[in-house]
Structure formats: structure tokens, C-alpha cells
């Protein structure tokens, strides 16, 4: 029997001690970035749980005390339903599939990526619980199950610098001097240790992180995923949601939202306007960091190419930081944050003025013909896709396309598909490092399947993302030919 067939077996002993009867139906749940496996388990008549297994037992031991601690406390988080704490796994609600960042997507207008107002009310409400997990769980939860340390404290936050440094910046081959900088880390430490530390640091407090379940009023947030939780300041969990990459809030939003959260704070009693925004640029700093950091980790280390999806949206999110004004003089930070800003600025615009090369990328199905040659050179890639694995056969993925997540998790676990991706990267790698070279101005690459939906759109973003990341001094431009045909179109196109 694998270790894979155990834990599933332990969770349904779980279950069926929960339920009374044993599961009928057992699926695996994506676990995001997550190194922990998570199943739904459904009974004949209906109910169901989710399954978790944790292969870390420090970090299992604080989920599941905090989530006890949370749940006395009245707050929205899932109810463990039982835990075999010795194996690492445990039964949870089942809140459903709909995170915060489901929501934002599906109230975006078609073609946009901007932070749509009708998810306002949504993040109010999460912003109103905020403070009760800050205060009454700082007061109640055991931080001495926190892991890996029970406060943010300096070690901590050099722990995340120092993780922004070694995969992003080294991995990103952003030039810096290592003892300047390291200098600059001391200084920004320092400036974060001055605000008040006393409160719960949900610590990674962001959008796919809020699960939406329907309430008696509307739609409410419940959360999960405060396994590293600790002691800390109150503007590191708002900067987190705030300054979520992928949810795109632009200044408008950020304002309203932040002055909505601290109305609440005043309103308890907890601290002062004044005292909260004076240690705010510096948490907003140091989560951006930190976020970067995971995206080089999970995207330049782990080949994880959606996370990179999220580095032109930080890069916007330093830029903004820069026009105002670091909290602290750290000169060489500031000119690392700089040649991020410059290589990952969302170019937008019809021409390329500057006489670089262009590479215009399209997805389209063999039976409509080949794209149309729009650049007049005449040139370039038509890879076909037809002989991957198709997950347009398979019932689950019939209404989804390959921007879609379940289908992205489907192409990216099949070997066949990532060695062809390998080798279709490694072409148009030395093709465009050729043009640039010889004075080239445009290149076409063009993905082609049956259908124009599943495998050609996936490698078609999947060649966009990772031009603008190797190739940032490169004009992209991306067409998915038969976008208006699929069944579902999705919000980003």
C-alpha cells in the first residue's frame, strides 16, 4: 500500500467516526502552494469534510491549536472535526471551493485584471473580523505552539529579507552589493521593531486565503491557512491583504479599504490612527519582500510558472512604495526595488518605439487554419500541441480553458508536457537571444490543438510568463484566437 493510500485511509477512518458512515467519494483538493495534501470526502447522503495531511508536525501542531482557540473564540475559521495528530492528518469543514480571489475574478469585468468595486463589500467585512483575530486571539491563542518562532521579532523579519534575497534577487540576477545591503536590512529591521508587537500575526492573510461561503446577509469570508501565526505588529496582516499581488488593488481602493480597517480599530479602542501609519510603509515594504520571495521560490526554483505571474503586479507595488519615500534610508534595498520596478513595468501601447525585438504569441485550433501573419515578416514557430495529454476529454475540464487553475495543475503533472515545454523554451530562447543580436525586430510563436481551449491557450501563457520574466527588455504580445468560442470565458484573456 503507497503512503499516498494510508493517509487517505486514516482520513476516512476520521470521517467515518465524524459522519457514522464511511466516505463514498474521495477527491484530491489543489493545495495551491502548499506542501500539504488535502482530500473532499463525501458521504451517500450528502455530507462532506476535507481531509488534510501536513508533513511538517511543528506546523501541524499550531494549525490545529489555533484553529481550537480560534473556533472559541466565535471567529469564522474551519471546525476540526478530528486528528490523528501522531500521522499529521486531521478533518476540517468543508467551506467550499470559493476563495476571495475567486470572487475578485468573477466580478472583473471581461479583459480586466483591475480590483473590481463589487468586491468591496467582501473585503470590508474580512477588514471588520481582522481586528478580533489581532486582539481576542492574541489574548487567547497559545503562542508557544507557534512555529517557526512565536513572534515576529527581528530574527523573523531577517529570515524574510534574507528569503527575498537569496531567491529572488540572486535568482532574478538582480545586481547588488551583499554587505551594503545586508546593512539595509539591519536599518529596516530595526524601524519594524519600533511598532507594537503584542497582537496575532495571521501572517499570510491574502485573497486566496479567504474561502466565501453564503451568509444569512450575503456572501461572508471564513479563513484559513494561520499555521504560521505569531506574535507580531497589526499593519503586517492588513499589508498582506492590501498589497495582495494578484488581486490588483490600485491606491483608490487601498485608501478606502485602510481607512475602513483603522475606524474599526479606533472603534474597539485598540490603537490610534497616528500610531498605526506611522510603522505602515515599512510592513507594506517588508510583506512585498517577502511575497516576492516566495513567487522567485516557488517560480525560478520550483518551475511553478504561475507564481511568476504575480511579479509584474509586485513590481507595480514597489514602484508606488518608491514615489512615496522608503521609511528608512537603505540605499542599496532601494536601488535593487528600482531595477525590479524598471524590468518587470507593465508595458502597455500598441507600438514599440525603441527598436527592441517584439514577440507576439497566439493560441489557435488547426481546423480554423494557421494564426494570420500580422508582423509581415513572414517568420517564426507553429508548435503543435496535439500529441500532450488533452484534458478536454475529461468531463471535469470540458467548461474550463488553459488559464484556468485545475487545468494549469493538470498539464503541469504530466511529464510529456514539461518536456515539451523544455524544449520549446529552450528555442525560442536562443532565437530571441539570435534576433537581438542580428537587429531582429518581431517574432511569432503560435501554440495550435483541436480545440484552441485547453493545451495550446496553457502553453501559449505559459511561453508569456516566462518571456517576461527571462526576457523583461522584450515586448510580449499575447492572442488566444479562439477566446470567443470557449465555453466560459474567463476573466483575463
Not at 498589497?243 to 485602510?258: F, T
Request: proline share 6%.
Amino acid at each position: 500500500m503507497t503512503p499516498g493510500r494510508v493517509l487517505v485511509d486514516l482520513a476516512s477512518a476520521l470521517f467515518a467516526e465524524w459522519c457514522g458512515e464511511p466516505p463514498s467519494d474521495i477527491r484530491p483538493v489543489a493545495a495551491d502552494g502548499s506542501t500539504r495534501s488535502y482530500w473532499r470526502l463525501t458521504a451517500p447522503g450528502g455530507a462532506s469534510a476535507v481531509g488534510a495531511h501536513g508533513p511538517d508536525p511543528n506546523e501541524n501542531r499550531a494549525f490545529l491549536s489555533f484553529s481550537r482557540t480560534l473556533r472559541e473564540l466565535g471567529l469564522p475559521v474551519p471546525e476540526v472535526y478530528g486528528a490523528d495528530e501522531g500521522a499529521g492528518v486531521w478533518l476540517l469543514e468543508d467551506l467550499g471551493d470559493t476563495t476571495l480571489f475567486d470572487a475578485i475574478k468573477e466580478a472583473r469585468e471581461p479583459g480586466s485584471d483591475a480590483f473590481p468595486d463589487a468586491a468591496l463589500p467582501l473585503y470590508r467585512r474580512v477588514l471588520e473580523m481582522l481586528p478580533r483575530f489581532q486582539v481576542e486571539g492574541g489574548e487567547r491563542i497559545n503562542f508557544r505552539r507557534a512555529y517557526p518562532r512565536a513572534a515576529f521579532d527581528r530574527q523573523s523579519i531577517l529570515w524574510d529579507l534574507n528569503y527575498f534575497k537569496y531567491h529572488f534577487l540572486k535568482l532574478a540576477h538582480i545586481p547588488f552589493n551583499e554587505a551594503r545591503l545586508e546593512r539595509d536590512f539591519s536599518r529596516l529591521a530595526a524601524h519594524l521593531l519600533g511598532a507594537g508587537r503584542s497582537w496575532f500575526l495571521y501572517r499570510d492573510l491574502q485573497s486566496r486565503n479567504v474561502m466565501v461561503r453564503p451568509g444569512p446577509e450575503g456572501p461572508e469570508p471564513w479563513f484559513i491557512d494561520y499555521q504560521g501565526g505569531r506574535r507580531g505588529a497589526l499593519q503586517y496582516d492588513v499589508a498582506s491583504l492590501l498589497y495582495d499581488s494578484k488581486a490588483n488593488l490600485d491606491a483608490r481602493h487601498r485608501e478606502a479599504l485602510l481607512d475602513h480597517y483603522l475606524g474599526v480599530l479606533e472603534a474597539r479602542g485598540v490603537a490610534g490612527r497616528d500610531e498605526f501609519l506611522e510603522g505602515w510603509p515599512g510592513y507594506v515594504l517588508v510583506r512585498v519582500l517577502q511575497a516576492l520571495g516566495a513567487y522567485g521560490y516557488r517560480g525560478f526554483f520550483e518551475r511553478k510558472p504561475r507564481f511568476l505571474q504575480s511579479v509584474p503586479y509586485a513590481a507595480e507595488n514597489l514602484r508606488g512604495l518608491l514615489e512615496a519615500g522608503l521609511p528608512v534610508d537603505v540605499p542599496e534595498l532601494e536601488a535593487a526595488l528600482e531595477a525590479i520596478v524598471d524590468r518587470w513595468r507593465r508595458v502597455e501601447g500598441p507600438v514599440r518605439e525603441d527598436g527592441g525585438i517584439e514577440v507576439t504569441i497566439s493560441s489557435f485550433r488547426f481546423s480554423g487554419g494557421y494564426p494570420a501573419d500580422t508582423s509581415g515578416h513572414g517568420g517564426g514557430y507553429v508548435f503543435d500541441c496535439r500529441g500532450l495529454p488533452n484534458p478536454g476529454r475529461e468531463e471535469a475540464y470540458r467548461e474550463l480553458t488553459g488559464l484556468d487553475e485545475e487545468t494549469i495543475a493538470f498539464m503541469a503533472a504530466r511529464p510529456e508536457a514539461q518536456a515539451f515545454w523544455e524544449q520549446v523554451r529552450g528555442i525560442v530562447d536562443s532565437h530571441i537571444a539570435n534576433y537581438v543580436e542580428r537587429g531582429f525586430h518581431s517574432l511569432s510563436v503560435s501554440f495550435g490543438c483541436t480545440g484552441g481551449q485547453h493545451r495550446s491557450v496553457y502553453m501559449a501563457a505559459r511561453l508569456r510568463e516566462h518571456l517576461l520574466v527571462r526576457h523583461p527588455e522584450v515586448l510580449v504580445r499575447l492572442t488566444h484566437r479562439e477566446s470567443a468560442d470557449w465555453p466560459r470565458r474567463p476573466a483575463r484573456v
